[in-house]
């Protein structure tokens, strides 16, 4: 049973930095693509940042320059970095993992559960 459990979310005033991690189970990293995700009530949902079996990484126009991803295949857990945090990046984030496909638009085959990052100017 796939299991991803995101931690580090809260709230940091603009131009602060968070780190995300997403702690996994029941699966190989290493042979999964692994995202991170976003969801607010008025936008729907938002592909962050993706980082392939072979490291590539894409991430959406709105956090180039801003946001890092990165993955300890070792501990089967998965990063994100937020620096220069602006008020629209406030959103649920979910982490996320798919056996075949890899991209900012698909639907993964697994999600964690979320957590609430909270930008305040």
């Known amino acids: 049973q796939v299991e991803l459990m995101e931690s580090g979310g809260g709230s940091v005033q603009a131009g602060g930095s968070l780190r995300l991690s997403c702690a996994g189970s029941g699966y190989t990293s290493s042979s999964h693509c692994m995202g991170w995700f976003r969801q607010t009530p008025g936008k729907g949902r938002e592909g962050v940042a993706v980082?392939?079996?072979?490291?590539?990484?894409r991430f959406a126009d709105s956090v180039k320059g801003r946001f890092t991803i990165s993955k300890d295949n070792a501990k089967n857990t998965l990063y994100l970095q937020m620096n220069k945090l602006k008020v629209e990046d406030t959103a649920t984030y979910y982490c996320?993992?798919?056996?075949?496909?890899?991209?900012?638009?698909?639907?993964?085959?697994?999600w964690g559960t979320g957590t609430l990052v909270t930008i305040s100017s």
């Open positions: 980082i392939d079996r072979d490291g590539s990484t």
């Open positions: 996320a993992a798919d056996s075949v496909f890899c991209g900012l638009r698909i639907q993964p085959d697994y």
